[in-house]
């Protein structure tokens, strides 16, 4: 580590530096010594293929990873040196940050990840300067809006070793910005842009944060399971995309999805990725209720003042069972749902006042206004395959409800005989029953009509069953009358939301949106 300490500081000029840690090395030959760390970058084209910036590169690369491995790197206190002089502490000082310098809880190497262990692609940028990974913490410092951030998470760094005149290492969110200014020139930054996705992947992995077994097969066990987050703090001009996943599944889902996208510097620029995680072996109507008051609530604390069109101009995109959750947000339900449910008008209905309300938040709604485009991918608006029908018709009868929820409904149907349907009696309904052809709400959904102005796009897999299924949804049951694109992919369900033609399509309609919404401007 004293090569590393020794280059750096000798053109910072802290010339005489022994020891950095706990690691002592031979210290190398060193360059004939500028006066500064900034006369050295003024002579460096943008390639690191001089003596002069590779040396730049390999010595902040050693210096900050053992600063790393040796605990004298802390996110808010700064790089700690010792000197023959005594310690130093170089100041961090965060650039372009979305995050608050406070909720940076944690600094790691992007070498502590096996990128491919968890992604498909490992997209990085060369350039100047030390890519990290930065996990996030709850400072306090959010308010109401601090429950649209999931903690932990990732953040994209990369740190640049600056004078101004005096020594200080720079933190920039590389998620957003890819030039650095260095010697008095603009110069490309280094970016791992797949690392921190990857380390939320190991993180999720080891933290047993991958629990959606539990929610699926019980899924009132946890009350504040369905939840949209974010994955970064809200950015002032950019367009809210929300990611909703399938069936016993989570957020993780779609990490190779947001590495794909996060690859093209346009999305960066132009959206802020988000997600609602859902109990899916839970109340359908429940997860949609939930995903559309959740979304009014993050608009009103994101732009209370109401002076942010872009906040208020979203793109959803559902996948296999998060189809038919995202659809409930761009459809008015008029009486169509109530009716299917039961042949008794609602005001006619002996509730109690709180059953009232929950069954009123989950059958009568409008469209969430600030969905413009919404995408479809595998959804099963018409049921699944035969196969698929039976094996999720047993994993139905496995989910259960406490006895309090199996209470009221049996209580529903108690106090007003012959009111719900037949086919909705047995038991209480969870969103596997959507994957049944003759489910008794598929039909009043599928009448249902969209919003005015929502753009509806579907994204369909084949290749099996002669191309008629993605061996889980079949075509027709994909498809969605009056919607505005039909993208047919051979593709198996399990990838339809990574595929990479998938994905592609995606970009694509994102990109469509971006521009009819004004994003970056």
């Excluded at 996110?75 to 995050?99: A, F, K, N």
């Excluded at 097969?217 to 809210?240: C, H, I, K, S, W």
């Excluded at 051979?490 to 309609?509: F, L, N």
Aim: glycine share 8%; charged share 20%.
């Amino acid at each position: 580590m004293r090569t590393a300490v020794l280059f750096l500081l000798a053109v910072l000029p802290l010339i005489g530096c022994q020891a950095v840690g706990h690691r002592h090395v031979t210290a190398p030959t060193p360059p004939p010594p500028p006066s500064d760390l900034d006369t050295v970058l003024a002579h460096c084209p943008d390639q690191a293929d001089t003596p002069a910036t590779s040396a730049y590169q390999r010595s902040l690369t050693r210096l900050v990873n053992d600063a790393l491995a040796s605990g004298r790197l802390h996110p808010q206190h700064g790089l700690t040196v010792d000197t023959p002089s005594g310690r130093v502490t170089i100041p961090v000082r965060y650039v372009g940050m979305t995050w608050y310098p406070e909720e940076v809880g944690e600094l790691h190497a992007t070498s502590e990840v096996r990128v491919k262990e968890y992604l498909k692609s490992h997209h990085t940028c060369p350039g100047w300067g030390v890519p990290l990974i930065g996990i996030s913490r709850d400072a306090g410092l959010r308010g109401e809006a601090g429950r649209f951030s999931s903690l932990p998470r990732p953040i994209t760094l990369t740190a640049v070793l600056q004078t101004d005149p005096t020594p200080v290492l720079e933190l920039h969110d590389a998620s957003h910005a890819d030039t650095v200014t260095l010697g008095g020139q603009v110069r490309p930054l280094a970016r791992d842009l797949s690392a921190p996705l990857a380390y939320a992947g190991k993180l999720a992995k080891q933290m047993g944060d991958r629990r959606y077994l539990a929610p699926f097969l019980n899924p009132a066990r946890d009350p504040d399971y369905n939840r949209l987050t974010g994955f970064e703090p809200y950015r002032p001009g950019t367009l809210p995309v929300v990611f909703v996943h399938g069936a016993k599944s989570d957020n993780v889902t779609w990490l190779d999805t947001l590495n794909e996208l996060r690859a093209d510097p346009t999305f960066n620029k132009s959206f802020q990725a988000m997600f609602f995680r859902y109990a899916t072996g839970g109340e359908y109507l429940e997860a949609a209720a939930d995903l559309r008051e959740q979304g009014e609530q993050f608009v009103r604390v994101s732009d209370p003042a109401g002076a942010d069109p872009a906040v208020r101009a979203w793109a959803v995109i559902g996948y296999s069972l998060g189809g038919p959750v995202a659809r409930l947000c761009v459809t008015s339900s008029g009486d169509r749902l109530w009716d299917a449910f039961s042949c008794t008008p609602f005001d006619q209905m002996v509730l109690t006042a709180r059953t009232r309300e929950s069954l009123r938040r989950q059958f009568f709604y409008e469209p969430l206004p600030y969905v413009k485009t919404v995408t479809f991918i595998a959804g099963p608006f018409d049921g699944g395959t035969p196969a698929s029908n039976l094996l999720f018709r047993l994993g139905s009868r496995l989910i259960r409800y406490p006895d309090e929820v199996e209470r009221a409904y049996k209580q529903i149907q108690d106090d007003n005989p012959g009111a719900i349907r037949r086919d909705a009696r047995r038991r209480v309904p969870n969103s596997l029953d959507l994957l049944r052809p003759d489910n008794w709400l598929l039909d009043a959904v599928r009448e249902m009509p969209f919003g005015d102005g929502v753009r509806v796009h579907t994204i369909i897999g084949d290749g099996w069953m002669f191309g008629l299924s993605d061996r889980v949804v079949p075509v027709r049951s994909a498809r969605v009358p009056g919607a505005d694109t039909e993208t047919v992919i051979r593709m198996p369900h399990k990838d339809g939301q990574k595929h990479p033609a998938s994905v592609r399509r995606q970009r694509e309609i994102l990109a469509e949106h971006a521009a009819t919404h004004g994003a970056g401007r």
